[in-house]
């Protein structure tokens, strides 16, 4: 035999605001993990930007240890 327990509503109420507030939590994480992936895909660009840069460098330079540096940089773009 099942026996049944009365749920008090406000129960139900504060389940309610839980999810709401759940609800947006979800939404702004999304919103943050969006800008992340911008950034990073921002910050990506700019690297091959610059490493493009030090190629074309490299490319029309006369002296040896520039056109060394040059490719070098492009192979390890870093933050500088």
């Known amino acids: 035999m099942v026996t049944r327990l009365a749920v008090v ?3 139900f109420q504060e389940l ?3 999810l709401m507030v759940s609800k947006g939590v979800a939404a702004r994480s999304r ?3 969006q800008e992340a992936r ?4 921002d910050l990506m660009l700019q690297q091959l930007a610059m490493a493009n840069l030090y190629l074309d ?3 029309i ?4 240890q520039s056109r060394k540096y040059g490719i070098e ?8």
């Open 9 to 11: 509503p406000i129960f």
């Open 31 to 33: 919103e943050v993990a």
């Open 16 to 18: 309610g605001e839980l």
């Open 73 to 80: 940089k492009a192979m390890m773009p870093t933050l500088e």
């Open 38 to 41: 911008s950034a990073s895909t």
């Open 57 to 59: 460098t490299a490319a």
């Open 61 to 64: 330079t006369g002296i040896e």
